[in-house]
C-alpha cells in the first residue's frame, strides 16, 4: 500500500461511531479526574499509577492501556507456545513537560478517553492495538509548572510563564548529560548503548526528572513521544550536536544518530498522519516533510529523548504540536481532530522490526542480553524476562545475541513493511575448561618434599619482596 495511503484508511476505521468528546482545559483536580473516569468505564483494560510527585507533591499519574493490565506479557517458554505466542511491547506517551505547552496535556486527556471509548464500541483497530501493545499514558510531568500557566490562562500568558517546574528548572534540560559520554565512548571503541549514569545523577536532577528516569529503567519500553508546543513539527534525536557551540554562537549542525534512517520514518509517520504538519511550512519556520533532526535545529544539552536513547531501549521522538503554546479552548477540537490520526499511527509504529526471547537450553529467559545488528552501531537488551525488541526498517539483517556466560549467536532475518518478524535466541552455554594439571616429574614426593614445596618464599632465607 502507497505511504500517502495508509493514514487515508486508518482515519477512515476511526471515522465511524466517533463520539464527541468535551473540548476545555483540565487544571490538575480535573486532570485527576477525567484519567478516573476512563478507568471506570473501562476497568479491564486500564490502570492508573503513579511513577511518583512532583516538587509541590503533585502526583505524576500514568494511564495503562493493555488487555492484562500492570502485566507484561512475554511468550510462555514452553516449546511451541514460545514460537507462536506474542510478544508485546511498551509504548509511551508523555505531555506537558513544559508547564506552559499545554496542548499535548490535553491531547493525551482525549487519547485516552477515544481508546477506551473506541475499546468500548469493538474497533477492531483499537481493540488489536490494546491487545497487542501495552500504552502508558503521562498527560502531565510537569502539572506545578502548568497550574502556574493556567492562573494566567491562553489570553494573557508569557512565553515562558510555567515553563519551568517548581524550582525554577526547565525539565528538558536536567536530564544527565550521556551525549558527551557517548561521543567520547565512540573515540574509544566504548559501549555504544546504555551509557552508565555519572555517580552524583541523583543529586543534579529534580524530582520529576527522578521520577521519570527510574519509570524508564523499570519498563523496557521500545517507542515513545514526548508532546510540546510552540512549533509544528516532529524532531527527532540527536538533539546535541558534539559540537555544542562555535566561536560563542550556536552552531547548527545535523547530529544523525546510528538509526537515523529509522527516526526519519517515525516523525514522517506522525506528520504525515497529521493534517498539516507534513506541508513544511508552520509558525514562520519551514521542515522539509515537517520533520527535523533535533541539533540541525539547535543544539539542546540534557535533553529527553537523546537520555532515553542512550540510556534505555526506548526510541524516543518529540512532537513539536502547535505554534501557540496555550491555545484557546475552542481551538482544541480542531487540534484534536489534526492531531488524532497521528497519534494512533505513531503507536502502531511500535510493531515493526524484530522480536523475540532470549532464552537459555532449557528455556529460561536471559535478561541483559546484547542484541546487535551488523551495520548500526547502536545495541539494544534483552528485559529481565529475556524478551526484547528492536526496531527496525525494512530489510536483511545480520543479528547476533549475547550474554556473559553463554556462546553468541548469529542469524540473518528479513524485516518486512509490516509486522515484525519473530526470531528467538537460544544461547549455549561457555564450556569452562578447567586447565590441565601439571604432573609431578620422577618419583612421588613424599610428605617431607611436599611440606618444603610450599613454604612462602618469603620466609625463607635471602628472599627479597
Not at 3 to 15: K, M
Not at 135 to 157: F, R
Amino acid at each position: 500500500m502507497a505511504r500517502w495511503l495508509r493514514p487515508l484508511v486508518g482515519a477512515l476505521l476511526l471515522l465511524e461511531g466517533a463520539a464527541a468528546l468535551s473540548f476545555l482545559h483540565h487544571r490538575y483536580e480535573e486532570l485527576v479526574q477525567a484519567l478516573f473516569r476512563v478507568q471506570s468505564q473501562c476497568p479491564y483494560v486500564t490502570r492508573i499509577y503513579s511513577i511518583g510527585r512532583s516538587v509541590e507533591g503533585r502526583h505524576l499519574y500514568v494511564l495503562e492501556f493493555s488487555d492484562f493490565p500492570g502485566i507484561h506479557e512475554p511468550p510462555l517458554a514452553d516449546g511451541m507456545t514460545l514460537l507462536l505466542s506474542p510478544v508485546e511491547p511498551e509504548f509511551k506517551y508523555v505531555g506537558n513537560m513544559h508547564g506552559n505547552e499545554v496542548l499535548g496535556r490535553e491531547l493525551l486527556l482525549q487519547l485516552s478517553e477515544f481508546l477506551c471509548e473506541e475499546y468500548r464500541r469493538g474497533n477492531e483497530r483499537i481493540t488489536r492495538l490494546i491487545q497487542d501493545t501495552r500504552i502508558h499514558i503521562m498527560p502531565s510531568m510537569n502539572p506545578d509548572g502548568y497550574e502556574v500557566a493556567a492562573k494566567q490562562g491562553p489570553d494573557s500568558n508569557g512565553y515562558l510563564t510555567g515553563r519551568n517546574n517548581a524550582n525554577g528548572v526547565d525539565l528538558n534540560r536536567n536530564f544527565p548529560d550521556l551525549n558527551t559520554l557517548m561521543y567520547y565512548s565512540r573515540e574509544i571503541s566504548g559501549p555504544n548503548h546504555h551509557i552508565p549514569l555519572p555517580e552524583n545523577w541523583k543529586s543534579q536532577v529534580e524530582p520529576e526528572t527522578l521520577a521519570v528516569i527510574q519509570w524508564i529503567s523499570s519498563y523496557n519500553f521500545v517507542l515513545s513521544a514526548n508532546l510540546h508546543g510552540g512549533a509544528v513539527v516532529a524532531n527527532y534525536p540527536y538533539d546535541k550536536s558534539q559540537d555544542q557551540r562555535f566561536r560563542s554562537h550556536r552552531r547548527t549542525v545535523n547530529t544523525p544518530t546510528p538509526d537515523d534512517k529509522l527516526f526519519q520514518k517515525l516523525a514522517k509517520t506522525y506528520s504525515y498522519a497529521h493534517s498539516w504538519m507534513h506541508r513544511g511550512w508552520n509558525c514562520g519556520d519551514y521542515f522539509a516533510d515537517g520533520i527535523t533532526n533535533g541539533a540541525s535545529w539547535y543544539s539542546l544539552s540534557k535533553g529527553m529523548q537523546d537520555f532515553n536513547y542512550l540510556y534505555t531501549n526506548c526510541f524516543e521522538i518529540t512532537l513539536e504540536l502547535s505554534c501557540n503554546k496555550f491555545p484557546p479552548e475552542e481551538d482544541l477540537e480542531r487540534q484534536w481532530m489534526a492531531n488524532r490520526e497521528a497519534l494512533v499511527a505513531f503507536i502502531e509504529e511500535v510493531h515493526q522490526g524484530i522480536k523475540g526471547m532470549v532464552s537459555d537450553e532449557n528455556n529460561n529467559g536471559i535478561p541483559g542480553a546484547v542484541i546487535s545488528v551488523q551495520g548500526i552501531s547502536h545495541d539494544i537488551t534483552s528485559g529481565d524476562m529475556g524478551d526484547y525488541f528492536r526496531l527496525l526498517l525494512p530489510g536483511t539483517y545480520t543479528v547476533t545475541a549475547s550474554a556473559e556466560g553463554y556462546q553468541p549467536l548469529t542469524v540473518t532475518t528479513t524485516v518486512g513493511p509490516a509486522a515484525p518478524s519473530l526470531v528467538h535466541f537460544q544461547l549455549k552455554q561457555e564450556v569452562v575448561r578447567k586447565p590441565a594439571e601439571r604432573k609431578a616429574s620422577g618419583t612421588r614426593m613424599n610428605n617431607k618434599a611436599l611440606q618444603k614445596k610450599v613454604v612462602p618464599r618469603a620466609t625463607r632465607r635471602g628472599t627479597q619482596r
